[in-house]
Structures are given as structure tokens and as C-alpha cells.
């Protein structure tokens, strides 16, 4: 079957393996569609520390049913799925209180283990999930980076009426965005790129703020009425972003970390201290994929507008190089089979 396939960093091929079988337990699926993601072009560029090579790549991954474990009784072939990449251990400290998503041993696909990008893939049972009929195929992955962004929104303990600062208007950015408007949050969003905003003003987001050509502060300051952001969500890992969240965010505020940045970064933390911060991670999400799927059915989550283009299999290992040498051309790009 047909795979791309990182041999090691900086080199990237269509690979012939032999089909994937369906492991014990877990529900062999016809990939339909993959999405690429800002974590593949890291563990094809070699700043990903996780990733070990040479690696399939792919955690974005959905696709149809072929085979299922004689005792599954609810999915059946033809049946279309998507796939939740985050394989947790279940009996670590954080899967024994529920956060499965930052288990001691999380494997992901892609990262740790092999990737969804490729004709046909195993994946266990409890980490399927039904897609809506009406959900083309293009845009089916869009559901893991919504996850994504609804988690983070989720750890700063978001409210209906609050202003949350997002900063970052890439995809997690512009989808925490129309997340937060879905539970009656008000977004602003913050990005030096102007054509973003024009984005996540065309996707109703009434605040937006260029900190390369404005006083973000001050502007912030003005959209609060002096208040400053009860919640901001840093979704861009860039270290001046990360910084700046700390003089964005009101007294008594949450901030949600969701960026992944490139290095350690010296942060004030008399000003936490101060102004009594709850600074907390997110990562991946647990339990979301539901309610992503829906929002996306329904409509009140747009994620077309994000999607640059859809390409076929052959076509995937020259477009990753593309989006790793230009990646201000693409937001999300999905693999079709
Ligand atoms: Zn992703
Ligand atoms: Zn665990």
C-alpha cells in the first residue's frame, strides 16, 4: 500500500509498504482522508524531538470501516470514522484521574508510532469516533485541530461574556475563535499577518489587533473598558506572544497554554504573582471529539474557510516540502485517497 513516509529529517517519499492488518482489538479503516498538520512539517523539518525516523506520518486520519473484532457490535465496514490519534496507557497518574491526554506514555500517531497517512490503518476501537453524513471527506481531519482549540479553551475555564485574547490566527487560533463564540465568549484576536485577520474577520471575529502596527495594550485596553482580557489563549508559541499574554490578561485572569514554543522563555512571575494568574497547559484534548464533530455538522463551527487545499497521496510529499519552505501560502491541507 501507499504511504509517505519521513526517511529521516529533510526527506520525505512516497513509500510502498506492505498493507497494514488489523491488530488485536482494533478496527482496521480504508483512509479517505489526512490532514497535515504544523506537527508534520516539525517532524519533517527535525525540530520535533519526539519524533523517531524513519516514521509514517499523519495524525489527522479518517476514513471508512473494512474489518472489526468479532465481538464489536455497534461499527460495521462502510461505516465513516475518524480517529482519535492520542494513544493513552491508562494506568498512569494522569490517565487515573482522567487526563488521558497527558499520559506518562501517550503515544501518538506520527509522532511516536506510525502514522495514519497511508491506504489503510489499525486503530483501536475506543478511539474511533462516528463522523455526520453530511462532513465531506476534504475536511473530516479539520475535527483534531478543533479539538485542539476547544481544549484550550476549555483549561482557561472560558464563560459566556468574557473577552478572550487569542493569540496566533493560524488554524488553532481561528478555530478557538469560533469556539469561543459558540459558548458566547468574545474573541480578539492578535496576529502580526494582516491577511489572518482579514480571515478571522470574514469568519465573525469583531476584534482583531496587528502588534506590529498597533498598540495591542492599549487597543485591548479600549475593547475591555480597562478591564483587560479575563482569558487569553496562546496559540502561537512565539515568545514575545507568550509574554505578551501576562500584560494582556486581566487581574485574577487565565491564561491557556496551547503554542508549542522553541526554547525556554524567561517569564515575570512577580506579575502572576500579582495579579493572581492561573497559567495552565493544553495539550491534545480528551473527550472532545464528539462535540467537534457536531459543531462541524451543524455549521456553527466554519472550517472550510481554513482549508487551502485538498491534494491526492502522490501528491502529499512534494506539498509537505512546499508548506515547510512557504508556510504563509497554506493553512490546512488535506490528503484525499
Ligand atoms: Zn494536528
Ligand atoms: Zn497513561
Known amino acids: 500500500m501507499k504511504s509517505v513516509c519521513l526517511k529521516r529529517p529533510g526527506e520525505i517519499v512516497l513509500a510502498d509498504i506492505p498493507?497494514?492488518?488489523r491488530g488485536s482489538g482494533e478496527i482496521?479503516?480504508?483512509v479517505r482522508s489526512a490532514g497535515i498538520c504544523g506537527s508534520d512539517i516539525g517532524a519533517y523539518k527535525g525540530v520535533n524531538p519526539l519524533v523517531s525516523y524513519p516514521r509514517i506520518i499523519g495524525h489527522e486520519i479518517a476514513g471508512e470501516v473494512v474489518e472489526v473484532p468479532e465481538e464489536e457490535v455497534?461499527?460495521?465496514?462502510?461505516?465513516r470514522v475518524i480517529l482519535e490519534p492520542y494513544v493513552y496507557c491508562?494506568?498512569?497518574y494522569p490517565c487515573s484521574i482522567g487526563h488521558t491526554n497527558c499520559c506518562e506514555n501517550l503515544t501518538v500517531r506520527g509522532v511516536h508510532i506510525e502514522g495514519g497517512m497511508a491506504e489503510y490503518v489499525s486503530h483501536p476501537r475506543h478511539l474511533l469516533h462516528r463522523v455526520p453524513d453530511n462532513i465531506p471527506w476534504a475536511i473530516v481531519p479539520m475535527a483534531e485541530p478543533l479539538v485542539i482549540a476547544m481544549h484550550a479553551i476549555k483549561q482557561a475555564q472560558t464563560r459566556a461574556g468574557e473577552?478572550?485574547?487569542?493569540s496566533g490566527a493560524g488554524q488553532i487560533g481561528l478555530l478557538a475563535a469560533q469556539y469561543a463564540a459558540t459558548i458566547g465568549a468574545i474573541a480578539i484576536i492578535v496576529d502580526p499577518v494582516d491577511e489572518r485577520l482579514a480571515l478571522a474577520r470574514a469568519l465573525g471575529v469583531a476584534h482583531t489587533i496587528n502588534p506590529a502596527s498597533s498598540d495591542a495594550l492599549a487597543e485591548i485596553k479600549t475593547i475591555t473598558k480597562g478591564r483587560m482580557a479575563e482569558v487569553v489563549i496562546e496559540a502561537s508559541g512565539d515568545a514575545?506572544?507568550?509574554r505578551g499574554a501576562i500584560d494582556y490578561v486581566s487581574y485574577a485572569g487565565r491564561i491557556s497554554l496551547v503554542g508549542w514554543p522553541k526554547g525556554d522563555i524567561a517569564l515575570p512571575t512577580a506579575l502572576i504573582t500579582k495579579k493572581?494568574?492561573?497559567v495552565r497547559g493544553s495539550r491534545n484534548s480528551v473527550g472532545q471529539f464528539p462535540e467537534s464533530l457536531r459543531l462541524i455538522s451543524e455549521g456553527k463551527i466554519n472550517v472550510s474557510a481554513?482549508?487551502?487545499?485538498?491534494v491526492t497521496i502522490d501528491e502529499t510529499p512534494a506539498t509537505v516540502v512546499d508548506i515547510a519552505e512557504h508556510p504563509e501560502r497554506y493553512l490546512k491541507v488535506t490528503c484525499l485517497f
Open 240 to 242: 514575545r506572544a507568550i
Open 306 to 310: 481554513l482549508l487551502t487545499k485538498s
Open 19 to 21: 498493507k497494514t492488518r
Open 90 to 92: 491508562g494506568h498512569c
Open 74 to 79: 455497534d461499527l460495521k465496514p462502510g461505516d
Open 28 to 30: 482496521l479503516l480504508k
Open 276 to 278: 493572581e494568574l492561573t
Open 163 to 166: 473577552h478572550v485574547v487569542i
